[in-house]
Structures are given as C-alpha cells and as structure tokens.
C-alpha cells in the first residue's frame, strides 16, 4: 500500500471532499511542499487514504495575521481557526498556509 504524504482530521474529510476547505494550516516540518506538488491524503486517525490533492501557494503566517478569508478557507470561523491552532501547535507563532484543490 502506498504511504499518505500529508494527513487530516477525520472530521475535514467531509468538507475537503466537497471544497468547502480549501486549505490547511501546518508548522514547519509540513513546509516543505510547494505550488504544484500532487499529495496522498489520509486521516490522521487511521491513515486511511481518501483523495488526492495539488497544492496551489505556499505562505506563511502567524495566529495575529490570520484573517476572515482564511477561516473560510478553512470552513470555520475565525476564532474557531485560531482556537485549533493554538491547541494543534501550542506556543508556536509562525505558520504556513498551504492552499490545495482535491483532483
């Protein structure tokens, strides 16, 4: 079986399905992916593959510089986005902001 390259929550398989979340926030050791990139998707729970998805930009960000288009992105609000990231990576400050589209 082919390994997953990057993994999800179950919960945002749904909403990555159907491109209501069209990006994923990760500290630097996912900042290695570039526009262009063709990733295997799994969930973080059980590894278990779902999609496939190119990566579009890559940008950084910070919990201050977060904004409403990035929680849409996310197909969250944007104190519920701040909220899991801090919880996901606590202490850190600097992110990066992978846009994706599923193939």
Do not use: W
């Amino acid at each position: 079986m082919q390994p997953n390259d990057i993994t999800f929550f179950q919960r945002f398989q749904e909403d990555i399905l159907a491109g209501r979340k069209t990006i994923t926030i990760r500290d630097e050791a996912e900042s290695h992916f570039k526009p262009g990139d063709i990733l295997r998707v799994g969930r973080y729970e059980d590894d278990g593959y779902f999609c496939t998805i190119e990566v579009t930009a890559l940008a950084t960000v910070t919990l201050d510089t977060l904004t409403e288009k990035h929680a849409r992105q996310e197909n969250m609000s944007l104190e519920a986005l701040k909220q899991i990231i801090a919880a996901i990576y606590p202490g850190q400050t600097q992110f990066y902001v992978i846009d994706f589209q599923c193939l």
